[in-house]
T-cell receptor, first 114, second 112 residues
Framework: NAGVMQNPRHLVRRRGQEARLRCSPM?????VYWYRQLPEEGLKFMVY????????ESGMPKERFSAEFPKEGPSILRIQQVVRGDSAAYFC????????????FGPGTRLTVL | LAKTTQPISMDSYEGQEVNITCSHN???????ITWYQQFPSQGPRFIIQ???TKVTNEVASLFIPADRKSSTLSLPRVSLSDTAVYYC?????????????FGGGTRLMVKP
């Protein structure tokens, strides 16, 4: 059973470009979470999605950031008009249910904005 | 939101037992305590979860006193490969923002 997959692993963008980060949850998992981690800091929750629904986006910046988890295909975290402050590691996690279930994390996408 | 407090860093030597304590004074009745491990350039990995008393698995033990205001992750006989950041999380998952709050973690350095 493959784990959570994220791609690309490394992404370099220039200021003003768009960044698209993809996450394929573990097989059978319908809950996806996105986190952001700045260097030397803990992970910060961004958004929680189920298939075709955003359940909690309280950690998402109000502008330029969006997320989706379509019926078919991976979850996408989209950052428009990137700025240098968006440079971070973005981790995706999945779980089979909501609640106290363990979350399984992917290897992350390291975004560098030049 | 139950906040957690952990030591910023700890040092140990190979073969020793390491105990990392997390304070969570505002833990709610239906909150669980979960510990994750993160190596550099990797995503966090689940270690152990508990509600009260003691939980043990093949990797670690988790001790939770009766008042549940703190918990201690115990790693027996650490090796160099246990050098990582360890995060304590408190929540019940019903509020996603509550369950998924990572603090600064404890940076464990295991020396030869």
């Amino acid at each position: 059973n493959a784990g959570v997959m994220q791609n690309p692993r490394h992404l370099v963008r220039r200021r003003g470009q768009e960044a698209r980060l993809r996450c394929s949850p573990m097989k059978g998992h319908s809950h996806v979470y996105w986190y952001r981690q700045l260097p030397e800091e803990g992970l910060k929750f961004m958004v929680y999605l189920q298939k075709e629904n955003i359940i909690d986006e309280s950690g998402m910046p109000k502008e330029r950031f969006s997320a989706e988890f379509p019926k078919e295909g991976p979850s996408i975290l989209r950052i428009q008009q990137v700025v240098r402050g968006d440079s971070a590691a973005y981790f995706c996690a999945s779980s089979p249910n909501r609640g106290t279930d363990t979350q399984y994390f992917g290897p992350g996408t390291r975004l560098t904005v030049l | 939101l139950a906040k957690t407090t952990q030591p910023i860093s700890m040092d140990s030597y190979e073969g020793q037992e390491v105990n990392i304590t997390c304070s969570h004074n505002n833990i709610a009745t239906n909150d669980y305590i979960t510990w994750y491990q993160q190596f550099p350039s990797q995503g966090p990995r689940f270690i152990i979860q508990g509600y009260k008393t003691k939980v043990t698995n093949e990797v670690a033990s988790l001790f939770i006193p009766a008042d549940r205001k703190s918990s201690t992750l115990s790693l027996p006989r650490v090796s160099l490969s246990d050098t990582a950041v360890y995060y304590c999380l408190v929540g019940n998952g019903n509020n996603a923002g509550n369950m998924l709050t990572f603090g600064g973690g404890t940076r464990l350095m295991v020396k030869p």
